[in-house]
């Protein structure tokens, strides 16, 4: 994966930075379906195995800024490691409430 992203970097316009979609795939739906919720192993794992690169990531998650908020703080420990990175739910509190809902949710499936 990282030598094809490589190469698929080289093709990208200099001094732009590239774009990469994660997204993860719906379980049961048809190919490119995308969660509703991210899948926040997936994530860490994607951002962890990709820290040497530099791109940035676009989450193709339904979603949006409920599993963003959660995506931000396993992405800021992988790239942005000497720089504090600080985010305060508070001020996202009815977003992150409800993503901490969502999170508990799928929790509760999966046991």
Request: glycine share 4%.
């Amino acid at each position: 994966m990282i030598d094809a992203m490589k190469k698929y970097f080289a093709t990208w316009p200099k001094g732009q930075r590239p774009l990469i979609g994660c997204a993860t795939q719906q379980t049961g739906k048809r190919l490119g379906a995308h969660t509703e919720h991210i899948d926040e192993k997936h994530f860490e794992l994607c951002t962890r195995e990709t820290r040497d690169l530099k791109f940035d990531i676009m989450l193709e998650i339904k979603d949006n800024e409920q599993s963003a908020i959660i995506a931000v703080p396993y992405a800021a420990r992988e790239r942005v490691r000497s720089q504090p990175v600080d985010i305060d739910p508070g001020n996202y509190r009815y977003i992150y409430e409800n993503a901490q809902h969502l999170q508990n949710e799928a929790s509760e499936r999966k046991r």
